[in-house]
């Protein structure tokens, strides 16, 4: 036979097939040829030589060829009789799939495809005017083999960029969904509840309709509820079809056409809605439909937990939660139209304010949730359980429900919604309340723990509990995306928030009559416990309890006689300054953590935890309108507390930082440069108060050292300053703490911002009790009101 160059697109196809079929092996394609062709052999070296089969698959463009070798490969290879049949299949009968003739199928895509709606969206909204890119998880999380010390580290680690407490993302790991399915021609996306697998196949039939692309494909969109429910119980070659002929008449040709040439992208979305009655009619279709046209493009969806197939040769891969900046891009998209300016600025700096809402959001769903709810109020509820309710139900109930989704009952019908919840609260609470937190669990402690709840219910078979077990852990995983497996046979719930949510329902539901007491008695200090109790704080139908608990166990860390000395002194010199009250007694600590007013600053204690509190209570002072202003005694002692500080920084060689104080007044920032301003501003200031004061300070004023003077120079002046300070105005005395009371006045200032927090949210607690703790915080047991002390 002639010598001839094969067809460009006749040679891609051969390729192709080539590399799925053998692997792009030439010793295993001339092994299969000879014994395919065993009667054409008529010597010992081969039908088709091993340098001619490599030469032919290595070239770039289509090389001189005997048609007889065509014949061969395209037979074998294509499942063509001939190179010429194959040619008049794959060349000749082309159709333009990017011609006019495809435009009513193309316009039934798009409005199957071209919108978006989730529960309590009233309208739909166009999928081009919101989506944003997604990322895959090339190695599957829950098939790596991960152990709890590694686990645990995620948890260790304070990392302000990660979104997602539990997420676990491996941004080395994730790769452009979108690439990915250029890369590969069969896909298997896996994902969690509301990780946007059903948008992205819409996006995707929407991009290679739109998109000019070297190489065509017309995409094929198929629901896998829908297409189960079809009562004609049609093959999926023929639901491909239905797709044609439902707007473009005499179609069935060139489906055919187009499906033997590899033409299609075929997106088979939800696997995981598949009935268990039905599921093998589905998993034979779509092995029929892959072999009878394999040179077809395939994309499956599918939830963890739903299902164990996956069809030969399928790449696997994870849907990946949304990162920052995805997070960002959303969220611009989402509010582009609205009428209210810089709205998506704003809903991303709430969100920074909030980490247990912000780790919400690297879920789209969830994300597409919030957005909706800031939407009708530009603020997200002061009531954030209702929003974490919202959440959970979204899950539990509304999401299949919304998309009409009928799922297998779990165990059998007996695990109601209720008892779901209860379910989940026990899992939740089980590991909290333990000491070290528990956030992770094997396969088989999980379904211990199943194990352990279900034996109660009425009706259920002993004998079949640990089967049972396994069975509700593969069920609540697949179905409500929950709890999810984060490693192989390592499981969490998806979000940390729903962890706290739970343990808050627990300790609230429990006919346990002292657990709330003894909740409160054990964790109070405890930081993994502070958005539980703010929930509890949240849902109980009466808070007074509550509060006075916390602040009785809060004013007992601090009983220790230094710490209630440091008390007394914060309250005497706030009250002689003027300026008794809360806020101030707050911002007085602050500054002293910076400074020397009272404690010695070389203290290890957070100034941040006073600087908030004194924030918080001065909004909280603001809305009650009892904010006193600032009073020039106020002025002078903290100007002279950060000049003496100043001072003793030079004095050891030491570079100042003073960008903590700076908050409350930005002129200590340039105090280095200006000091001697400064203080002589504190003389005029003196020269009102005390006139003695004012003396010493002038003679302080005239022996100030310069700015390249000795370090035992600048030292014997702070000294100096120090005495004056002491003596006149009852601050500098640089305390030192024990690292005991240091601990407790730590945690003494962590819970006062966590009642203060209570305090400030949408809980339901006597008007009198709340001023009552708030008038009396940062004060000396002496001076707090015997029945606000009663509940300890």
């Not at 289509?62 to 063509?80: A, G, R, S, V």
């Not at 599921?279 to 077809?296: F, G, H, S, W």
């Not at 949304?322 to 700096?349: H, M, R, T, Y």
């Not at 710490?563 to 010199?573: E, G, N, P, S």
Request: glycine share 4%.
């Amino acid at each position: 036979m002639a010598t001839i160059q094969p067809h460009p697109k006749v040679f891609e196809q051969l390729k192709q097939a080539y590399a799925e079929k053998c692997g792009s092996s030439p010793t295993y394609l001339i092994d299969k040829l000879n014994h395919v062709y065993e009667h054409d052999l008529h010597s010992n070296s081969g039908l088709i030589s091993d340098k001619t089969i490599r030469n032919f698959f290595k070239a770039t463009t289509p090389p001189n060829t005997q048609e007889k070798n065509l014949n061969y490969l395209c037979d074998f290879l294509l499942e063509f009789s001939s190179y010429q049949a194959a040619l008049s299949q794959l060349v000749q009968k082309q159709y333009d799939i990017q011609g006019n003739f495809l435009n009513p199928y193309i316009e039934r895509i798009k409005g199957k495809c071209g919108t978006i709606k989730v529960p309590h969206m009233t309208n739909p909204r166009p999928l081009s005017t919101i989506y944003t890119d997604l990322n895959i998880l090339e190695n599957i999380k829950r098939r790596r083999r991960k152990y709890f010390p590694e686990l645990l580290t995620y948890l260790d680690a304070d990392d302000s960029q990660s979104l997602n407490r539990f997420g676990l993302a491996d941004k080395q790991n994730s790769v452009a969904a979108l690439e990915a399915v250029k890369s590969h021609s069969r896909l298997m996306i896996w994902g969690k509840p509301g990780a946007g697998k059903t948008t992205f196949l819409q996006y995707l039939a929407l991009y290679f309709l739109e998109e000019k692309l070297p190489q065509p494909l017309v995409p094929v969109f198929i629901r896998l509820k829908t297409f189960i429910e079809d009562k004609g119980k049609p093959t999926l070659t023929d639901a491909i079809i239905q797709e044609f002929a439902a707007c473009i008449p005499d179609a069935n040709e060139m489906v055919e056409d187009l499906l033997k040439q590899g033409q299609c992208l075929i997106l088979l979305d939800g696997l995981d809605e598949v009935v268990a009655a039905e599921a093998q009619r589905v998993y034979q279709n779509i092995d029929t439909l892959i072999e009878k046209y394999p040179k077809n493009r395939f994309v499956i969806t599918c939830r963890f937990g739903a299902s164990e197939y996956v069809p030969p040769a399928f790449k696997e891969v994870e849907m990946a939660d949304f990162d920052q900046e995805q997070v960002a891009v959303f969220v611009k998209n989402w509010f582009q139209d609205s009428d209210e300016p810089g709205i998506d600025e704003k809903f991303l700096e709430k969100l920074t304010e909030n980490r247990s809402i912000q780790e919400l959001a690297t879920q789209p769903l969830l994300l597409t949730m919030l957005c909706w709810v800031y939407e009708d109020g530009y603020e997200f509820p002061k009531e954030r359980n209702s929003l974490y309710e919202d959440a959970v139900d979204l899950f539990i109930r509304k999401w299949d429900a919304f998309r009409r989704i009928e799922r297998d009952s779990i165990y059998k019908g007996k695990l109601s919604r209720p008892r779901r919840i209860s379910l989940f609260a026990n899992i939740a609470y089980d590991a909290f309340h333990q000491k070290p937190k528990k956030n992770f669990w094997k396969r088989r402690e999980l379904e211990k723990m199943i194990r352990n709840f279900i034996e109660n219910i009425p009706g259920v078979e002993p004998e079949t509990l640990d089967l049972d077990s396994r069975e509700v852990l593969r069920a609540i995983e697949s179905q409500h995306g929950l709890v999810v497996e984060q490693a192989k046979d390592i499981y969490s719930f998806s979000h940390l928030t729903f962890q706290e949510y739970f343990t808050a329902r627990y300790v609230l539901e429990s006919q346990e009559p002292d657990l709330l007491r003894n909740t409160i008695q054990q964790h109070f200090t405890d930081r993994h416990w502070r958005e539980v109790f703010l929930m509890i704080a949240e849902r109980l139908p009466k808070a007074d309890e509550f509060l006075k608990l916390l602040f009785c166990h809060a004013n007992a860390l601090v009983k220790s006689e230094a710490l209630q000395k440091m008390l007394c002194w914060l309250d005497r010199i706030t009250l002689e300054a003027k300026v008794s009250s809360n806020s101030w007694r707050a911002c007085y600590l602050a500054f002293d953590l910076e400074t020397d007013l009272y404690i010695e600053r070389t203290v290890k204690i957070d100034t941040k935890l006073a600087q908030k509190l004194s924030d918080e209570l001065r909004n909280i002072n603001l809305e009650r309108k009892k904010i006193i202003p600032r009073t020039p005694k106020c002025k002078l002692e903290l100007d002279l507390a950060v000049i003496h500080a100043l001072a003793r920084d030079r004095s050891s060689h030491k570079t100042p930082d003073l960008k903590q104080v700076g908050r409350y007044d930005e002129g200590y920032i340039e105090l280095p440069q200006n000091i001697e301003p400064r203080l002589k501003d504190t003389i005029g200031i003196a020269q009102e108060l005390n006139k003695d004061l004012a003396s010493k300070l002038s003679s302080l004023q005239n022996h100030l050292p310069s700015n390249d003077a000795s370090e035992s120079e600048w030292q014997e002046w702070a000294s100096n300053l120090q005495s004056v300070m002491i003596n006149y105005l009852d601050i500098g005395y640089s305390v030192r703490l024990s690292e005991e009371n240091t601990e407790a006045l730590k945690n003494y200032l962590y819970v006062l911002n966590l009642l203060v927090q209570c305090l400030g949210g949408d809980i339901y607690a006597s008007k009198d009790l709340r001023e009552k703790i708030i008038d009396n915080l940062l004060l000396p047991v002496e001076r707090i009101p015997a029945d606000l002390l009663s509940s300890y």
